[in-house]
């Protein structure tokens, strides 16, 4: 199984609403990723977990929150969010270690915050 | 600074044509480069990946170059179908387990009938 997959493929919420977005890969990879991307950007990135601890927060506010439950899953809990928010969500995963650390994306969260 | 820097911006073509888009970066230490193909809405799917020693990789009508003294890389389409339409990527890794892919704004092709 090389697949990362992602749920839901669509979300909508009002900026007081609580929802998660949920990822998930069953190739043994050791490091996930949440990207955000905008519209005719390249994807930026927002958190990184290695061995299902935070290592890399690039800045992110807390109104985004990651978890990373074990080792298959990766959820990222959203909160109070802002319409500018509004993106397509990126999950992707990779083994640590190995020469040339391929990510695998997933097919991404399109998020619009009202 | 990290930078990977893609032209065209956008290129419009024909069926059947083929097209090279390029890449150039200054991403140090080099590990890996690899070109990928976004669909609009669509997580990004890798086409190849290529080490410093590696200059070409081929994935049927893909074929990717790599000149790593002049930090300079190419994918060529041939043959193009209208199903290549999509943005494609040039993605640099910094030589780490875990540092950050640097990310090209990306080439979008558009190919008509």
């Known amino acids: ?114 | 600074k990290n930078q990977v820097e893609q032209s065209p911006q956008s290129l419009i073509i024909l069926e059947g044509k083929n097209c090279t888009l390029q890449c150039n970066y200054t991403v140090s230490p080099f590990s890996n480069l690899r070109w990928y193909k976004q669909d609009t809405g669509r997580g990004p799917v890798s086409l190849t990946i290529m080490t410093f020693s590696e200059n070409t990789k081929s994935n049927g009508r893909y074929t990717a170059t790599l000149d790593a003294d002049t930090k300079q890389s190419s994918l060529h389409i041939t043959a193009s179908q209208l199903s290549d339409s999509a943005s494609y990527i040039c993605v640099v890794t910094v030589y780490s387990g875990n540092t950050p892919l640097v990310f090209g704004k990306g080439t979008r092709l558009s190919v008509i009938a």
């Open chain 1, 1 to 114: 199984d090389t697949e990362v997959t992602q749920t839901p493929k669509h979300l909508v919420m009002g900026m007081t609403n609580k929802k998660s977005l949920k990822c998930e890969q069953h190739m043994g990879h050791r490091a996930m990723y949440w990207y955000k991307q905008k519209a005719k950007k390249p994807p930026e990135l927002m958190f990184v977990y290695s061995y299902e601890k935070l290592s890399i927060n690039e800045s992110v506010p807390s109104r985004f929150s990651p978890e990373c439950p074990n080792s298959s899953l990766l959820n990222l809990h959203l909160h109070a969010l802002q319409p500018e928010d509004s993106a397509l969500y990126l999950c992707a995963s990779s083994q640590p270690g190995q020469g040339k650390n391929e990510q695998f994306f997933g097919p991404g969260t399109r998020l619009t915050v009202l």
